[in-house]
C-alpha cells in the first residue's frame, strides 16, 4: 500500500499495486477468519 508507506522503498518485484482497504486472503485474515481465501477480498463494515 504506497499511500500507507513511511519510507522510500523500491521493490525489485511487485504481486500488484493494493488500494488503502483492509484486504483479506492468502493468509492476510481479520480475526483468524477468511486466510485460508484463494483470493484477495476487501473487507466492508465490520468483519
Do not use: I, S
Not at 6 to 31: I, K
Not at 33 to 42: D, I, M, Q, S, Y
Request: contains cysteine; aromatic residues 14%; neutral net charge.
Amino acid at each position: 500500500k504506497r499511500m500507507r508507506r513511511q519510507t522510500t522503498l523500491n521493490a525489485d518485484y511487485v504481486g500488484f499495486d493494493c488500494p488503502d482497504y483492509f484486504v483479506v486472503g492468502y493468509g492476510m485474515d481479520v480475526a483468524h477468519a477468511f486466510r485460508e481465501l484463494p483470493f484477495v477480498g476487501v473487507v466492508k463494515g465490520d468483519a
